[in-house]
C-alpha cells in the first residue's frame, strides 16, 4: 500500500501540472500493485476513474492511432480483470465504460484515416477480408455492443434515480414527522441517521438522473450507427428501432426481418 500511495501521490502532481498521460503512466503503475480483489476493489476503481479523466483530458484532438490504441488498451485491461474478478453481473464504472467507448470510436476513425498504403503491418488484420465499402465488421460490432452496453448502464442509472429519489422522499418524511422531534440545525441519534441517509439518497437520485439520459442517449445513437452499417453490408438484413409505449412503460423497441 506504501508504494502504492506513493506511486498515486506522484502521478496526481503530473496531472496537477497538466501532464495528464505522465499521470496516467504513474497510476496504472500504482494500480498494478494491488490484485483485483475485493479488499482493492475500491482503490483500483478510483485509480481508473482518474485515468478515464486523465485520456478525456490529454487525448483532445489527438488523432493518431498509436496514443489511441493504447489507451484502449489500459482500459480494456482494467474492463478484462474486472469483469473476471466479479463476473458479469458487476457493471462496469460508467465513466470508465463511456470513456472506453468514446476512445475506441476515434481509434477506429484512426486507423480507417491511415488507408491501407499508411497502415503498420501491426494495424492490419492478419487475415484479411475481401475489400468491401464502409467500416469493417469488427467496427460496426464494437458500435453495436458498445451501444448496447451503454443502454444497460443508462437503464440502471434511471432505476438508481427513481430508487433514490422514493428512498430520499420516505426518509425526509420520517425526519420530518412530528413524532421525531427532528431539529435541522443540530440532529442527533435517529435524526441524525435519517439526514445522513436522506442526503445519500438524494446525492444518487441527481447522479442517476443526470447520467440517464446521457448513458441512454450515447448507447441508443452507437446502436442505430451499429446497425445501420451493419444493413449496408447485409441487403437482406433490416433492423429498427422504435418508441415502444406501454401502460406505466416508455422505452425503445429493436425490430430485426433477416
Known amino acids: 500500500m506504501a508504494d502504492f500511495e506513493a ?9 496537477d501540472s497538466g501532464a495528464y498521460l505522465d499521470a496516467v503512466a504513474l497510476w496504472i503503475a500504482a494500480a498494478a500493485r494491488l490484485p483485483e480483489v475485493t479488499a482493492h476493489r475500491g482503490h483500483r476503481l478510483a485509480v481508473y476513474q482518474y485515468v478515464a479523466d486523465a485520456y478525456a483530458r490529454g487525448l483532445v484532438g489527438v488523432e493518431e492511432v498509436e496514443p489511441l490504441s493504447a489507451a484502449v488498451a489500459a482500459l480494456d485491461a482494467y474492463c478484462e480483470g474486472f469483469t473476471r474478478a466479479y463476473g458479469t453481473e458487476s457493471p462496469i464504472d460508467p465513466k470508465i465504460a463511456t470513456t472506453r467507448a468514446e476512445l475506441q470510436l476515434r ?3 484512426a486507423i480507417a484515416a491511415r488507408g491501407p498504403q499508411q497502415q503498420r503491418p501491426s494495424d492490419r488484420p492478419k487475415n484479411p477480408a475481401p475489400a468491401t465499402s464502409g467500416p469493417s465488421r469488427g467496427a460496426r460490432d464494437g458500435m453495436t455492443i458498445a451501444g448496447g452496453a451503454l443502454l444497460g448502464l443508462g437503464v440502471g442509472a434511471a432505476v438508481l434515480a427513481t430508487l433514490g429519489a422514493v428512498r430520499g422522499r420516505t426518509l425526509e418524511a420520517r425526519f420530518d414527522d412530528p413524532a421525531n422531534h427532528c431539529p435541522l440545525a443540530q440532529p442527533q441519534g435517529l435524526c441524525a441517521d435519517l439526514y445522513r441517509d436522506g442526503k445519500h439518497s438524494n446525492g444518487l437520485a441527481i447522479a442517476g438522473a443526470v447520467l440517464a439520459p446521457l448513458l441512454l442517449g450515447g448507447g441508443a445513437a452507437l ?3 451499429g446497425l445501420r452499417r451493419r444493413d449496408r453490408s447485409r441487403p ?3 433492423h429498427a428501432l422504435t418508441p415502444a409505449l406501454a401502460p406505466g412503460f416508455v422505452g425503445l423497441r429493436l425490430g430485426g426481418r433477416f
Open 107 to 109: 481509434l477506429d476513425a
Open 7 to 15: 506511486a498515486f501521490t506522484a502521478g496526481q502532481a503530473r496531472f
Open 223 to 225: 446502436l442505430v450507427l
Open 236 to 238: 437482406d438484413a433490416r
